[in-house]
């Protein structure tokens, strides 16, 4: 199915919707997570064929601790698994992976699994894919600027493009579309500082039940849209 050409470089997902896919068929959160992980696989497949340079994924919110310790321990089985086991294909398909957030604070197997994985990638120049692990926005910025202001910058005239260095996501461009699944329209601390100009597009379906068709769809609501960044 043709879509258009005008094709965002980075896109970013805002993951959600497992567990409620899971409920609604009498399964358990585990198997929720464990089916938004193969549409996960399907995502990044989908952005290659389309050549979307940029893949974001919000996996695990600094929020997300709040949930009950099985599933959260589940969630961090899951991420280790899908390193391991997904890494030999990234560098198959020559995508670089790079996760944000605060990684001190995740188990230190998934830990070290995350360096291997970004060092074994980080060479790879097709695409990259960006997963969003124990991540929050506001966080983020704080850590920023408290970086910024450990190395001697003058926090009294910071500029924008300062600051974007000390991101976790520095040197990676801000999404030109953030989709989120299973209908709910907020941001919920997703990219705070890097979203400011972008198109955000909500999808009904939860994560599992995404398609390609339902890709293709972004891909041309996103071509629809008029992008003037605060200009006329």
């Known amino acids: 199915?043709?879509?258009?050409?005008?094709?965002?470089?980075?896109?970013?997902?805002?993951?959600?919707?497992?567990?409620?896919?899971?409920?609604?068929?009498?399964?358990?959160?585990?198997?929720?997570h464990r089916a938004g992980r193969d549409a996960v696989r399907k995502l990044g497949d989908w952005c290659l064929e389309y050549e979307v340079k940029y893949l974001t994924v919000y996996a695990f919110s600094t929020e997300n601790w709040k949930r009950s310790p099985s599933e959260v321990r589940e969630?961090?089985?899951?991420?280790?698994?899908a390193l391991q086991k997904d890494l030999p294909d990234f560098i198959v398909k020559g995508v670089r992976?790079?996760?944000?957030?605060?990684?001190?604070?995740?188990?230190?197997?998934l830990q070290i699994a995350i360096r291997k994985a970004e060092k074994e990638t980080r060479n790879n120049t097709r695409a990259t894919m960006v997963i969003a692990l124990n991540y929050g926005g506001r966080h983020e910025l704080i850590r920023s600027m408290r970086a910024a202001a450990e190395d001697g910058v003058d926090m009294a005239h910071i500029t924008p493009q300062q600051l974007s260095g000390y991101l976790d996501t520095a040197g990676i461009p801000?999404?030109?579309a953030i989709v989120r699944t299973s209908g709910e329209q907020r941001l919920s601390n997703f990219l705070t500082w890097q979203s400011v100009y972008s198109e955000l597009i909500f999808v009904k379906k939860s994560l599992?039940?995404?398609?390609k068709k339902d890709f293709q769809a972004v891909l041309k609501e996103y071509a629809r849209r008029n992008r003037r960044f605060g200009g006329n």
Not at 97 to 109: A, D, S, V
Not at 208 to 211: D, E, I, K, L, M
Request: positive net charge.
């Open 1 to 32: 199915m043709q879509v258009s050409s005008h094709i965002p470089t980075h896109i970013a997902f805002i993951l959600d919707g497992n567990r409620r896919w899971a409920k609604q068929r009498g399964l358990s959160a585990n198997a929720g």
């Open 75 to 81: 969630l961090m089985r899951l991420f280790l698994e």
């Open 97 to 109: 992976l790079r996760i944000i957030g605060e990684r001190n604070k995740l188990p230190r197997p």
């Open 174 to 176: 801000d999404p030109d």
């Open 208 to 211: 599992p039940a995404f398609t």
